[in-house]
């Protein structure tokens, strides 16, 4: 059996990448895996040594790639973990193949996805998340002179729309479900965080041309095999706009499968913590989204402490600036949280789960969700609940909390491997 | 820029581009839904599966993460 790795990291984003610095150095052996084709997660999405500048975050983002790259730290891109063949190991997947991580310390900063709601018409192809949106733009589609709406909830929605202008968009509004009164709170609370005020003041100073609208949403996209207008509803009043493209999300939802996986406590929507990142689990500790959705600073300063801890030293300078980054991720979630309006969108026909393609009108007369997966078909598709569970926590109150191996779609031959840390463990407890 | 063929049509992204980038650029759905409906990429990091396509004769490849490279062939549908 090959040693165990001292400290495995799940995830590359900030909070991965500034852990995995964290954590290198002497003879530690640090493995950072992650699925996406290349690290920075999705905030430092197609980042290279020359175009740092580019991104939030900027001076962070290249003294971490220069520490990371001078590290003997193991960074795997494209490896999604697939389950947990033994305790303290952890079955990935490449596109070669699988394979079994045994570690001594464990580290998730798996991130956060965006929240989406259904609305008739959502499953039309033009509408895609906010953010969705922007990784494809990131990722080199060209979105030239196309009329985007922006809507959803969250402060992703200004950055976003702020990025797609930078790419020659042509941005019709933005559409923000929150009141302004909500918004005009927490911005009462961003003197205390003056950093992230300037950078909203650069987001909305990027996209002056666009409306930026409260209190508003979207009721209906509209098109026949792709999207042509959306209807939306700006304080009560319909509106239709004519569109190539709609980037909603309704803010993030932490990526929670993995933790869940492993055992560890989730407190409301949430993993529990302690003051060094560590979970409930022994030797799992946690940063970044997963603990609150904070946004950048947040999962840098928990990344972090998370690393130092993991390597034997001590975190406690970082806490004050953690608890900060932590209050912060709070009163982001008062003042985006969802209003009941959102829940009553959906139609009869309109499909709540898109991998089964199950309309609402079937999943409604379920009571909960384990129910409606056994029904229904709703959360059984290849996204495993990714998009219609936190859409029916909303909808319905139900909690999503069942996770099952494997965690995502794998090779059957993925799955039929022996774990050889667990046999190579079995014969050497058989011979003592 | 780099050039691949998405349902036989040749498709010219920036080097880097994803593969999901390059099926939007060609303006075809990366798949059919269950039920027939034309799907494109949802989330653009690889949690709702919207975006899955043959990648070079690999089935359900989730295209936003799969790096665009010369002389690809995807499928979709």
């Known amino acids: 059996m090959t040693e165990p790795v001292d400290i495995l990291i799940v995830g590359a984003g900030p909070a991965g990448m500034a852990a995995a610095v964290a954590a290198s150095g002497s003879s530690r052996h640090v493995i950072l895996i992650d699925d996406n084709a290349a690290a920075g997660g999705q905030v430092w999405r197609n980042f290279t040594a020359q175009n740092t500048r580019d991104y939030p975050g900027a001076k962070a983002l290249a003294d971490l790639n220069t520490r990371l790259r001078n590290t003997n730290v193991e960074v795997r891109c494209a490896t999604r973990v697939v389950g947990q063949p033994a305790a303290n190991v952890l079955r990935v997947e490449d596109d070669q193949g699988a394979g079994d991580l045994a570690y001594r310390h464990l580290i998730l900063a798996t991130g956060a996805r965006e929240r989406f709601l259904p609305f008739p018409g959502w499953t039309l192809p033009g509408v895609m998340g906010a953010g969705g949106l922007q990784a494809l733009v990131k990722s080199g589609l060209s979105i030239q002179g196309k009329r985007v709406v922006v809507a959803g909830s969250g402060p992703l929605l200004p950055a976003v729309a702020a990025s797609l202008a930078k790419h020659s968009a042509h941005v019709l509004g933005i559409f923000e479900q929150a009141p302004l009164a909500c918004l005009m709170r927490f911005a009462l609370t961003l003197a205390a965080h003056p950093g992230k005020f300037l950078e909203g003041l650069r987001y909305r100073s990027a996209t002056l041309a666009a409306p930026y609208r409260t209190s508003s949403w979207v009721t209906r996209a509209h098109g026949n095999h792709r999207l042509q207008s959306v209807t939306v509803s700006v304080n009560g009043a319909q509106r239709e ?20 996986l492993l055992g560890c406590t989730i407190d409301n929507i949430y993993v529990r913590v302690d003051a060094n990142q560590k979970s409930s689990v022994p030797h799992i500790y946690c940063a970044g989204e997963l603990t609150g959705i904070g946004g950048l600073e947040k999962a840098f300063c928990e990344g972090e402490i998370a690393g130092l801890v993991c390597a034997g030293k001590s975190a406690a300078h970082l806490f004050d600036r953690r608890n900060r980054h932590a209050r912060f991720a709070r009163q982001l979630d008062t003042a985006f949280a969802m209003r009941r309006d959102l829940a009553q969108l959906a139609d009869p026909d309109t499909l709540i789960c898109r991998c089964e393609d199950v309309p609402r009108r079937a999943v409604e007369t379920c009571h909960n969700w384990r129910e409606a997966k056994l029904h229904t078909r709703c959360g059984m598709g290849p996204c495993q609940g990714r998009v219609c569970g936190p859409a029916t926590e909303l909808l319905f109150g139900w909690t ?11 090779r059957v031959r993925t799955l039929a491997n022996a774990c050889a840390a667990a046999q190579s463990r079995k014969i050497s407890e058989d011979s003592r | ?8 049509q040749a498709i010219r992204v920036p080097a880097g581009a994803s593969v999901a980038a390059a099926i939007l650029q060609a303006g075809v759905p990366s798949r059919t839904s269950v039920t027939g409906e034309p799907r494109t990429a949802l989330c653009g990091m690889g949690i709702c599966e919207e ?15 799969r790096i665009a490279t010369e002389g690809m062939e995807i499928l979709t549908g």
């Open chain 1, 400 to 410: 999503n909390d069942s996770v099952r191996p494997p965690l995502t779609p794998a």
């Open chain 1, 241 to 260: 706009l004519a569109c190539d493209y709609l980037a909603c999300g309704f803010h993030l939802v932490p990526n929670l499968e993995l933790s869940r």
């Open chain 2, 51 to 65: 975006c899955r396509a043959t990648i070079n004769g690999k089935r359900h490849a989730r295209s936003c993460q």
């Open chain 2, 1 to 8: 820029m780099i050039t691949l063929r998405v349902n036989g």
